[in-house]
């Protein structure tokens, strides 16, 4: 059997062409569109490179190598491969004849520094208000969904919340692939796994719910809500399993709530629709948007409560903060401002019996709307 050291030496030979970018803390993701097209990104914005694979073989040669270090298939029977790097950074491929053109491979980095809310608040992304009620509503066991379109932070915002539960809670982190950087003392890591060559051995999301249910969670965290796993996370939030966070890919609060439905919908269990959306508005709490701006920033763009669900005009929510855009300076950077709207969470008083508080401008724009 070959070490696993010179494996991943093997590997990262067989991508030389890209190692550059690999090492490169500035580069979030690579994108390589057959041997001599390959792309990156940095500070949210996409760059074409003069880098090049020798040939279609290099290529298709790497992406068989990297297979079989997870253990996966990679054929014409079997052309898309989900895998990760020694380093854990996430490996999406596709082959012909899925992919005509060419290998289609897109890798997203992963980095071992872990994004922090003072980061955050460093970039611009939100202001030190909106950390201060995000704070406040992680701390009572609120139940939040990150929302936000492919790269627009979502998994590294969940992170960062994560940082917000107590150190004396256990939680329970359900991923699809291992992306998650919980710096908590007291977690349990579980990853679904796709079936083996013969279709055995499939562990699903839905799966791993289950059994985490039985495994005395203070906290449950979905890497991302995909599929019909999405029921079994919203009843599992009204059955006193609070304090609940999960990504959803969406553009805004109410597409979240949609899409959750949407979902929802693919279980297997029987529930009339009117009855699941009263269900959904009862579970989710929270709505965290995130988004990418023109200029590549990523940033928090609202904060929204869940008021509930009205049978003629549907889900009720409430901004609580909410971005506003005044245009863009000489450089192209957009200008916004991240302000309280002067809705008070309904959550104020279990805040307060936490002996926190929320920020002096959420009451001084609440005074300004009476």
Same mark, same amino acid.
Request: proline share 6%.
């Given at each position: 059997?070959?070490?696993? !050291?010179?494996?991943?030496?093997?590997?990262?030979?067989?991508?030389?062409?890209?190692?550059?970018?690999?090492?490169?803390?500035?580069?979030?993701?690579?994108?390589?569109?057959?041997?001599?097209?390959?792309?990156?990104?940095?500070?949210?914005?996409?760059?074409?490179?003069?880098?090049?694979?020798?040939?279609?073989?290099?290529?298709?040669?790497?992406?068989?190598?990297?297979?079989?270090?997870?253990?996966?298939?990679?054929?014409?029977?079997?052309?898309?491969?989900?895998?990760?790097?020694?380093?854990?950074?996430?490996?999406?491929?596709?082959?012909?004849?899925?992919?005509?053109?060419?290998?289609?491979?897109?890798?997203?980095?992963?980095?071992?520094?872990?994004?922090?809310?003072?980061?955050?608040?460093?970039?611009?992304?939100?202001?030190?208000?909106?950390?201060?009620?995000?704070?406040?509503?992680?701390?009572?066991?609120?139940?939040?969904?990150?929302?936000?379109?492919?790269?627009?932070?979502?998994?590294?915002?969940?992170?960062?919340?994560?940082?917000?539960?107590?150190?004396?809670?256990?939680?329970?982190?359900?991923?699809?692939?291992?992306?998650?950087?919980?710096?908590?003392?007291?977690?349990?890591?579980?990853?679904?796994?796709?079936?083996?060559?013969r279709g055995k051995g499939?562990?699903?999301?839905?799966?791993?719910?289950?059994?985490?249910?039985?495994?005395?969670?203070?906290?449950?965290?979905?890497?991302?809500?995909?599929?019909?796993?999405?029921?079994?996370?919203?009843?599992?939030?009204?059955?006193?399993?609070?304090?609940?966070?999960?990504?959803?890919?969406?553009?805004?609060?109410?597409?979240?709530?949609?899409?959750?439905?949407?979902?929802?919908?693919?279980?297997?269990?029987?529930?009339?629709?009117?009855?699941?959306?009263?269900?959904?508005?009862?579970?989710?709490?929270?709505?965290?948007?995130?988004?990418?701006?023109?200029?590549?920033?990523?940033?928090?763009?609202?904060?929204?409560?869940?008021?509930?669900?009205?049978?003629?005009?549907?889900?009720?929510?409430?901004?609580?903060f909410i971005r506003h855009?005044?245009?863009?300076?000489?450089?192209?950077?957009?200008?916004?401002?991240?302000?309280?709207?002067?809705?008070?969470?309904?959550?104020? !008083?279990?805040?307060?019996?936490?002996?926190? !508080?929320?920020?002096?401008?959420?009451?001084?724009?609440?005074?300004?709307?009476?």
């Amino acid at each position: 059997m070959i070490p696993k !050291e010179v494996f991943e030496q093997t590997i990262l030979k067989f991508f030389a062409p890209i190692r550059e970018f690999l090492d490169d803390a500035s580069v979030s993701e690579v994108m390589i569109n057959g041997p001599t097209e390959i792309y990156i990104e940095q500070k949210g914005k996409l760059y074409k490179t003069s880098a090049a694979f020798p040939s279609h073989e290099a290529l298709m040669s790497a992406l068989r190598n990297l297979a079989q270090f997870v253990g996966r298939p990679l054929d014409v029977e079997h052309p898309i491969l989900e895998a990760r790097f020694p380093d854990g950074s996430r490996v999406e491929a596709v082959i012909p004849p899925a992919s005509p053109d060419g290998p289609s491979v897109s890798i997203r980095r992963f980095f071992k520094d872990t994004l922090t809310i003072e980061k955050l608040l460093s970039f611009g992304s939100m202001t030190q208000d909106a950390a201060e009620v995000l704070e406040a509503v992680v701390a009572c066991k609120q139940n939040i969904i990150v929302a936000g379109g492919t790269g627009s932070g979502k998994t590294s915002l969940l992170n960062c919340l994560s940082s917000y539960i107590p150190e004396d809670q256990r939680v329970v982190v359900i991923e699809d692939a291992r992306e998650l950087q919980l710096q908590l003392p007291h977690v349990v890591q579980m990853e679904a796994q796709p079936p083996d060559p013969r279709g055995k051995g499939q562990i699903t999301i839905r799966d791993l719910f289950k059994a985490t249910l039985r495994m005395r969670p203070d906290r449950i965290v979905v890497g991302e809500i995909r599929s019909g796993e999405a029921l079994e996370l919203i009843q599992a939030m009204t059955s006193g399993h609070g304090g609940c966070l999960s990504t959803v890919h969406a553009t805004y609060p109410i597409d979240t709530l949609n899409r959750l439905e949407t979902m929802a919908m693919m279980s297997d269990v029987d529930i009339p629709l009117e009855a699941m959306r009263a269900q959904i508005a009862s579970a989710i709490d929270f709505i965290v948007q995130t988004s990418r701006l023109l200029d590549g920033s990523r940033c928090v763009t609202h904060i929204t409560e869940v008021l509930g669900y009205d049978l003629r005009e549907g889900y009720q929510l409430g901004d609580v903060f909410i971005r506003h855009y005044l245009g863009r300076d000489e450089s192209g950077a957009v200008i916004s401002e991240f302000v309280p709207t002067g809705r008070m969470p309904r959550c104020v !008083e279990m805040i307060r019996a936490l002996g926190l !508080e929320l920020p002096a401008s959420m009451y001084q724009a609440a005074q300004a709307q009476s």
